[in-house]
């Protein structure tokens, strides 16, 4: 089984990898300390994103990390929840999604890890008129995309440059932190099935003592019997 899962992780790996060449994707500028612009990104991904996707394993406390207060969050950027330590969910149903769009928008919480923020920033980035599509616009790195272009009313000025910037350090910095989160779950439950398997051999030993002391205090009980037996 364990042979099966790695097999699976090294095919898709390469799939993944020849797929990212082949699109040339654009260089995403990272910097997770500057926290003025991951303000700025979750502010974008809560205007611009939150309304279609959700992010529902980060929690909107989770945002403190970057330098936001709780008064801050609540005053501006819980729309979606009453309490900031809910998660980032949304109230739009998974089948009205699929009736909408034709596809249900993905998590985004896990996007730049299982993408990249390299495919983010040049997925933003992409997005080019199409008159053939009934929302007018397609996108060069996922064509047909049934993501409508958010930023359009921004695409050729600064502006654009800077939030499409600021969504993706968002995203990566989310990313990361749920990185961080499974890492630690891995641990624990390392730490977990050590404990078990340790409890095992401790049980298993206690109860080779018990054998062995029952055996002891049987076998001159039945050479007794077998002698009463013999006469």
């Known amino acids: 089984m364990k042979n ?33 612009s991951l303000q700025k990104g979750a502010r974008n991904f809560i205007n611009y994103c939150l309304n279609c996707h959700s992010a529902s394993y980060m929690r909107y406390n989770r945002l403190i990390d970057i330098g936001l207060t709780d008064d801050l969050i609540k005053n501006n950027l819980l729309f979606t929840s009453d309490k ?40 933003l980035r992409g997005f080019y008129r199409d008159s053939s599509r009934s929302m007018g616009w397609n996108n060069t790195i996922y064509k047909n995309s049934a993501m409508p272009h958010i930023l359009w009313e921004l695409q050729g ?25 499974r890492k630690r779950v ?13 409890l095992k051999k401790d049980n298993k030993k206690l109860n080779d003592k018990f054998d062995i002391a029952y055996e002891m205090h049987s076998i001159p009980k039945k050479k007794k019997l077998d002698k009463l037996l013999s006469k």
């Open 186 to 198: 891995d641990v624990m439950i390392v730490k977990y099935m050590k404990t078990i398997e340790e």
């Open 157 to 181: 000025e600064q502006h654009f440059d800077e939030k499409t910037n600021e969504l993706k350090l968002s995203l990566k910095k989310m990313s990361n932190d749920n990185d961080k989160l």
């Open 4 to 36: 099966i899962i790695i097999s699976i992780a090294i095919i898709f790996s390469f799939s993944f990898s020849f797929a990212s060449e082949s699109l040339k994707l654009q260089k995403a500028p990272i910097d997770l300390d500057d926290k003025i």
């Open 84 to 123: 900031v330590g809910d998660p980032m969910s949304i109230s739009m149903m998974n089948i009205d999604a699929k009736k909408w769009f034709g596809a249900t928008p993905p998590n985004l919480s896990v996007t730049a890890r299982s993408r990249g923020a390299d495919w983010i920033y040049s997925y």
